[in-house]
C-alpha cells in the first residue's frame, strides 16, 4: 500500500523517487496531509506532494478537530489516510515521559506536578514540548498494564461528592423552618445565605449553605452557649470583609423552589455514558461507529455494565434517546449506581445508515457524551494501539478503553483523560488486569462518574455554570431583594429568635407565616420525590427490578475499627504505645488501655490535656492544665519507671519531672520523628520557649534524664500571642551533610509566619485575621510544604525557588477542624462532631462521619479517637448520642489503621478477619502485638511503621506527611 500510495505522488524533477521515500520514511512525525488539506481547501495528495518537499515551511497545526471530514473521497486518498493514522499510531508521542523514545525527542518537562501524582494518576509533563507535540498530547493516560515501580496507594473506588452528602438544601432544609438571605457585597456580586438550626440534645447545631456564582459553599457547626449572630456566621465562610452592609431576610416561602434549582446546577444524578464497539485493527472513527453485529465478549461486557431495556415505553431516565417512536434503536443499556441512573449509548444499538459512512445519527449521540467507553474486542497490543486522536469530538472529554482477556478471564483498562480534566479517582493500580469482574464494574463506574464530575470544573463547562448562577441569582435579588418579600436584617439579631415578629399583635400573624413556608418546602421536596427528579429519586419510588444498589459498607480504607467501647470516662488527651497498647488521660487521672488485659491506672495529675509519647527514647511528655490552685506545666517522664512502677503518680511525685519556665503554659508542639532530634516548643504567653533533647537514641541505656535532656536553646518573643506552632526542619539544597535548619511554623489572629530558631529571623507566610487551627508540615519529593488550616480551609503552601511561599492548593470544609490528618490520597479533618474524608488531589468530598463528641486521641501510628457513637451498631443512621440525655453517654475508642490509608500493607491487612482487626491484635504493619517488659530502651521497642529507615534507595518515593505515615510513601 505504502508503495503504490508514492507512484501517485508527482515527483519533480529535481528530487528522486529513492530521495523522496527516503524524506518520507524520515519525516515520522509530521502531520496528516489530510488534516492540513481540509484546513487548506486543497487535496490531500496536494498537502502531502507540499509537505514533502517544503523543506523550510514549519509543519502546520493539526485542524482535523475543527471540521467535518468529506464522504467523497477517493479509494487512494481513503488508502492514505488509513496509512497516515496507522503510522500516526507508532508515534512516541504517547509513551511515558521516562521511556527511551521520548527521551529522543528532548521534550521541555515541567515538574510543577508531583512524581506521585504523575505516576498514579498519569503524566502530563511533557505536553509543555513543541506545539505540534502539544496538541497531539492531549491527553493524560492511566493505565492497568504499567509497569514504572510506583508507592502502593490503595485504589478505593469512591464517588467523589456524591450527592447524598452534598444536596445540603434538599436533604436538611427544605420542609424545614429555616432562614434566607439575599444581598449583595462590596463588588455587587450577589449572594444567597441559608441557615438551619438543629437541636441535638439541648445544643444547638447550624448549617450554614452560601450561594455564589462560584457555587455552593457550606458549613456545620455547633452553637455556644450564646446565641450566634449573622456576622458571626458571615464570618466563618470568610465573606464578611467583602460586604459593605448585611443582607435582606426573604420572607416569602417562593425562594425555596428558586434555592432549589441553584443546587440542581452543581450536578446531576443521571449520567449518558457511550459505548464503542471495536474489532481487532479498527482505530477510525467511522471504522468503529460502522460495526453492526456484536460478539460474545462484547455482550458479557455490555451484561456486566447493566441490564437491556426495551425504549419504547420506557419511564426512567432516557439520556436522551426516543422512547415512543423507536427513533434511536429498540434497545439499550440501563442500569443504577449509588443513587445514580446511567444509560448507555451502545454504538451497535443505535440506528446505523449504509449510506452514511460518518454515521451521524450515532455521532449524534455518542459524539456529546462527557465519557466515552471503548470496548476493544482483541489482545492488550490492540488496545494500546487506540488514540483518542482518532475519534473527531470536542465534547468528549474522557475515553476508558477497555479488553478482555479470555487467557485468565481478566479485564484490561486504560484511561484517557483532556489534560485539563482536574485529577480524579480511583487511581488505576492492577497491574495484572481485574479478575473480579463486580469489582471491575464498580471500577469502572466510579471512574467514569467521577471523570464527568471532574469534567465540570473545566473552563469550558465551569464559565457555563458560572454563567447559569449569575442569571439565577440575579432574577433572586430582582424578585426578593427589594418590596414587601423581604426585610432588613437586623445587625444583632440572633438566629435562636426564630423567624418571628417583635410585638403580641404580629404572633398570630407570625405563625401562620411560618406554617405556610414550612407546607410550600414539603410540598416542593413531596413532588421532586414523585416526579423522580436527580437528586431526589429514593429506593422506594423504583420497581422491585430496578432496585439500586446499596452503597457498600465496611469496604472504605477509613472506616474505624473498634478497639475499646462502653468507657465510663471522659477521655481528653491520649497517645499510643508501641507494644503495649494506650496512653489516654481524663479528669480523673491517666490509664495504660493494654490489648489484653484490664485499665489500668498510673495517673492521679489532673486534667492532662496533652500527651506524647517517643517509645524511641523511652520517655513521654505530657502538659497539665490549670485547676484550681495548680498552674498549667509540662512535665517529662520515664516509661520504664511508669510501666514498672506499682504506685499511683501524682502531683507531689510528679514534682521533679516539671519544666520551671513551662509554668503557666498553653500548649506544646514535638518535633517530627523523621527530624534529626527531638526537639519541644512551649508557648507562654506571647513567648516560645525552644528545648533541645541531648541524648542520642544509643545512649538512653546509660541515663535516667527526664528534664534534665532538655536544654533551653532559644526563647522568642512575639506582639500576638501564638495559637498554633509547629516544628519544621529544612535542609540547604545540595547539601546534605549540612545541619539542618530548625523552624518555628506559628499562627495567630492576624496570620502564620516562619521563624528560623537561630537566627530569629522571620518571614510571613499568609496574612489573613482568623482563628488559626492547625499547622503541618509536609515533604513531597524533597520539597517542604506546609497544610495551614483556619475556619473552614485548607491552604497547601509550597516552597518556591525564591524563597516564597505560594498557595499550591485549597480544601473547603463543610464543618471546623480543630486537626486535619494528611494521608495520600486522602485528608481528613476532625471537628468536634464529624470526620471529613476528602480526596487529597482535588478537595472532593468522599464522605462525611457524624460522631457526637468526637475526640482525637492520637496519630502517631494509627489514627484513634473517642466518641460517643457506636459506629457498628444497629443505628447506623443516628447522629445523636446513643445514651439518654440525663444520663452521662458511655465512650469508645475507635482506630483507623494507616496500612489502610496510606497502602503498602492495605491490601494484606484489609483480607484480613474483620473480628481479628477489631480485636486489635495487629500494629499498624500487619504483625501481632505483644507485650514488652521495658521500653526504656531502643532494643527493647518494636520497630514502628513510620519512622524512616535505611538511605534513599530503601524509599520509593520521599515523601514524608508530618512524619506521620508508612513506609510506602
Same mark, same amino acid.
Given at each position: 500500500t505504502r508503495q503504490r500510495l508514492l507512484s501517485l505522488v508527482p515527483q519533480p524533477p529535481s528530487i528522486s523517487r529513492e530521495d523522496a521515500s527516503d524524506l518520507e520514511s524520515e519525516n515520522g512525525d509530521c502531520k496528516s496531509p489530510a488534516s492540513n488539506a481540509e484546513a487548506d481547501g486543497t487535496s490531500p495528495m496536494d498537502s502531502l506532494h507540499s509537505e514533502m518537499f517544503d523543506k523550510d515551511e514549519s509543519p502546520k497545526s493539526c485542524s482535523r478537530y475543527g471540521s467535518r471530514r468529506a464522504t467523497d473521497f477517493s479509494q487512494a486518498d481513503n488508502d492514505l489516510r488509513r496509512f497516515l493514522a496507522s503510522r500516526k499510531s507508532k508515534d512516541t508521542v504517547y509513551l511515558d515521559p521516562g521511556s527511551p523514545a521520548t527521551s529522543t525527542m528532548d521534550l521541555k518537562k515541567e515538574f510543577n506536578h508531583s512524581v506521585i501524582h504523575r505516576r498514579i494518576y498519569g503524566s502530563v509533563e511533557a505536553l509543555e514540548g513543541e506545539e505540534r507535540i502539544q496538541r497531539n498530547r492531549r491527553f493524560r493516560i492511566e493505565s492497568s498494564g504499567e509497569t514504572e515501580e510506583c508507592p502502593d496507594i490503595p485504589p478505593t473506588a469512591v464517588l467523589e461528592n456524591p450527592e447524598h452528602q452534598t444536596r445540603w438544601y434538599y436533604k436538611y432544609f427544605l420542609g424545614k423552618l429555616h432562614r434566607n438571605y439575599v444581598g449583595q457585597d462590596a463588588n455587587k456580586n450577589i449572594y444567597i445565605l441559608s441557615i438551619l438550626e438543629e437541636k441535638s440534645f439541648g445544643k444547638s447545631q447550624y448549617r450554614a449553605v452560601l450561594w455564589t456564582t462560584q457555587g455552593p459553599k457550606r458549613i456545620r457547626f455547633r452553637g455556644q452557649d450564646k446565641s450566634i449572630t449573622l456576622k458571626q456566621i458571615l464570618c466563618k465562610f470568610s465573606w464578611f470583609s467583602k460586604l459593605d452592609r448585611l443582607p435582606r431576610e426573604v420572607l416569602s416561602p417562593n425562594i425555596q423552589k428558586d434555592i432549589l434549582w441553584l443546587e440542581k446546577q452543581e450536578g446531576s444524578s443521571s449520567f449518558k455514558f457511550g459505548v464503542i464497539y471495536a474489532k481487532p485493527g479498527q482505530i477510525m472513527d467511522d471504522e468503529l461507529l460502522s460495526n453492526q453485529v456484536e460478539s460474545d465478549n462484547f455482550?458479557?461486557? #455490555?451484561?456486566? #455494565?447493566?441490564?437491556?431495556?426495551?425504549?419504547?415505553?420506557?419511564?426512567?431516565?432516557?439520556?436522551?434517546?426516543?422512547?415512543?417512536?423507536?427513533?434511536?434503536?429498540?434497545?439499550?443499556?440501563?442500569?443504577?449506581?449509588?443513587? /445514580?441512573?446511567?444509560?448507555? /449509548?451502545?454504538?451497535?444499538?443505535?440506528?446505523?445508515? @449504509?449510506?452514511?459512512?460518518?454515521?451521524?445519527?450515532?455521532?449524534? /449521540?455518542?459524539?456529546?457524551? !462527557?465519557?466515552?467507553?471503548?470496548?476493544?474486542?482483541?489482545?492488550? +497490543?490492540?488496545?494500546?494501539?487506540?488514540?483518542?486522536?482518532?475519534?473527531?469530538?470536542q465534547f468528549t472529554h474522557v475515553y476508558a478503553v477497555v479488553c478482555y482477556q479470555p487467557e485468565d478471564m481478566s479485564y484490561h483498562l486504560t484511561v484517557y483523560s483532556e489534560k485539563s480534566v482536574p485529577l480524579y479517582g480511583p487511581s488505576i493500580n492492577y497491574h495484572n488486569g481485574f479478575q473480579d469482574h463486580q469489582e471491575f464494574r464498580r471500577f469502572l463506574l466510579v471512574k467514569c462518574i467521577n471523570g464527568e464530575k471532574a469534567t465540570y470544573n473545566t473552563q469550558v463547562f465551569a464559565t457555563k455554570r458560572e454563567r447559569t448562577y449569575q442569571l439565577l441569582l440575579n432574577d433572586s435579588m430582582e424578585q426578593y431583594g427589594v418590596g414587601e418579600e423581604s426585610r432588613p436584617a437586623k445587625d444583632r439579631m440572633s438566629l435562636s429568635d426564630g423567624v418571628s415578629e417583635s410585638g403580641r399583635i404580629y404572633r398570630r400573624k407570625d405563625n401562620s407565616r411560618k406554617d405556610v413556608f414550612v407546607k410550600v418546602g414539603q410540598s416542593l421536596k413531596l413532588e421532586n420525590m414523585v416526579s423522580g427528579e436527580p437528586g431526589s429519586v429514593t429506593a422506594g419510588t423504583l420497581s422491585r427490578e430496578q432496585k439500586p444498589e446499596k452503597r457498600s459498607s465496611g469496604t472504605k480504607p477509613w472506616d474505624p475499627l473498634s478497639v475499646h467501647s462502653s468507657l465510663q470516662i471522659e477521655i481528653i488527651a491520649g497517645d499510643s504505645w508501641t507494644g503495649v497498647g494506650l496512653l489516654v488521660t481524663a479528669k480523673e487521672g491517666g490509664w495504660i488501655l493494654r490489648q489484653n488485659g484490664p485499665p489500668e491506672k498510673v495517673l492521679s495529675l489532673a486534667p492532662i490535656v496533652q500527651v506524647n509519647i517517643m517509645e524511641s527514647l523511652g520517655i513521654m511528655v505530657f502538659r497539665t492544665e490549670k485547676a484550681c490552685k495548680d498552674i498549667s506545666q509540662v512535665y517529662v517522664y520515664r #516509661?520504664?519507671?511508669?510501666?514498672?512502677?506499682?504506685?499511683?503518680?501524682?502531683?507531689?511525685? #510528679?514534682?521533679?519531672?516539671?519544666?520551671?519556665?513551662?509554668?503557666?503554659?498553653?500548649?506544646?508542639?514535638?518535633?517530627?520523628?523523621?527530624?534529626?532530634?527531638?526537639?519541644?516548643?512551649?508557648?507562654?504567653?506571647?513567648?516560645?520557649?525552644?528545648?533541645?533533647?541531648?541524648?542520642?537514641?544509643?545512649?538512653?541505656?546509660?541515663?535516667?534524664?527526664?528534664?534534665?535532656?532538655?536544654?533551653?536553646?532559644? +526563647?522568642?518573643?512575639?506582639?500576638?500571642?501564638?495559637?498554633?506552632?509547629?516544628?519544621?526542619?529544612?535542609?540547604?539544597?545540595?547539601?546534605?551533610?549540612?545541619?539542618?535548619?530548625?523552624?518555628?511554623?506559628?499562627?495567630?489572629?492576624?496570620?502564620?509566619?516562619? !521563624?528560623?530558631?537561630?537566627?530569629?529571623?522571620?518571614?510571613? @507566610?499568609?496574612?489573613?485575621e482568623c482563628e488559626p487551627s492547625d499547622i503541618k508540615e509536609i515533604w513531597e519529593d524533597e520539597r517542604e510544604e506546609l497544610l495551614i488550616t483556619h475556619s473552614c480551609t485548607s491552604l497547601l503552601l509550597r516552597a518556591e525557588e525564591k524563597g516564597t511561599w505560594g498557595? /499550591?492548593?485549597?480544601?473547603?470544609?463543610?464543618?471546623?477542624?480543630?486537626?486535619? !490528618? =494528611?494521608?495520600?490520597?486522602?485528608?481528613?479533618?476532625?471537628? =468536634?462532631?464529624?470526620?471529613?474524608?476528602?480526596?487529597?488531589?482535588?478537595?472532593?468530598?468522599?464522605?462525611?462521619?457524624?460522631?457526637?463528641?468526637?475526640?482525637? @486521641?492520637?496519630?502517631?501510628?494509627?489514627?484513634?479517637?473517642?466518641?460517643?457513637?457506636?459506629?457498628?451498631?444497629?443505628?447506623?443512621?443516628?447522629?445523636?448520642?446513643?445514651?439518654?440525655?440525663?444520663?452521662?453517654?458511655?465512650?469508645?475508642?475507635?482506630?483507623?489503621?494507616?496500612?489502610?490509608?496510606?497502602g503498602q500493607t492495605a491490601r494484606s491487612f484489609a483480607s484480613m478477619d474483620r473480628n481479628s482487626q477489631e480485636a486489635g491484635l495487629f500494629s499498624a504493619n500487619g504483625q501481632a502485638l505483644g507485650s514488652t517488659s521495658s521500653l526504656g530502651s531502643k532494643q527493647a521497642t518494636p520497630a514502628s511503621p513510620n519512622t524512616a529507615q535505611g538511605g534513599e534507595s530503601e524509599r520509593i518515593s520521599s515523601i514524608r506527611w508530618g512524619g506521620e505515615v508508612s513506609n510506602s510513601l
Open positions: 455482550n458479557n461486557f #455490555l451484561e456486566l #455494565l447493566g441490564q437491556r431495556i426495551r425504549l419504547k415505553g420506557w419511564t426512567r431516565y432516557k439520556g436522551g434517546l426516543d422512547v415512543k417512536g423507536d427513533m434511536t434503536g429498540e434497545y439499550s443499556v440501563y442500569t443504577r449506581f449509588e443513587e /445514580h441512573e446511567i444509560m448507555y /449509548h451502545v454504538s451497535t444499538f443505535l440506528p446505523y445508515s @449504509i449510506e452514511d459512512t460518518q454515521q451521524v445519527e450515532r455521532k449524534r /449521540h455518542i459524539g456529546n457524551d !462527557i465519557v466515552n467507553i471503548i470496548f476493544v474486542d482483541g489482545s492488550r +497490543e490492540d488496545l494500546s494501539r487506540f488514540k483518542p486522536l482518532f475519534i473527531k469530538s #516509661l520504664s519507671e511508669l510501666e514498672t512502677n506499682n504506685k499511683i503518680l501524682g502531683r507531689d511525685e #510528679l514534682r521533679e519531672h516539671g519544666l520551671e519556665l513551662s509554668k503557666g503554659c498553653a500548649g506544646y508542639s514535638v518535633s517530627s520523628r523523621e527530624h534529626s532530634g527531638l526537639r519541644l516548643a512551649i508557648t507562654v504567653g506571647r513567648r516560645i520557649l525552644v528545648y533541645s533533647w541531648t541524648h542520642a537514641e544509643e545512649w538512653m541505656d546509660f541515663t535516667a534524664d527526664t528534664i534534665q535532656g532538655f536544654q533551653l536553646i532559644q +526563647e522568642l518573643n512575639f506582639l500576638e500571642q501564638p495559637l498554633v506552632v509547629t516544628l519544621i526542619e529544612r535542609k540547604p539544597k545540595g547539601d546534605r551533610s549540612a545541619e539542618e535548619d530548625i523552624s518555628l511554623a506559628v499562627g495567630s489572629r492576624k496570620g502564620f509566619e516562619i !521563624i528560623e530558631v537561630n537566627s530569629g529571623q522571620r518571614q510571613e @507566610i499568609l496574612t489573613v498557595v /499550591h492548593r485549597e480544601i473547603q470544609w463543610n464543618c471546623q477542624p480543630k486537626q486535619v !490528618i =494528611p494521608a495520600f490520597s486522602y485528608t481528613l479533618a476532625f471537628s =468536634p462532631d464529624t470526620v471529613e474524608v476528602r480526596s487529597t488531589i482535588n478537595g472532593s468530598l468522599l464522605q462525611t462521619l457524624n460522631l457526637p463528641k468526637l475526640s482525637l @486521641i492520637a496519630n502517631k501510628d494509627d489514627i484513634y479517637f473517642t466518641t460517643t457513637k457506636m459506629i457498628h451498631n444497629l443505628r447506623k443512621n443516628c447522629d445523636m448520642e446513643p445514651m439518654s440525655k440525663f444520663c452521662d453517654p458511655l465512650y469508645n475508642i475507635y482506630r483507623i489503621p494507616w496500612a489502610l490509608l496510606a
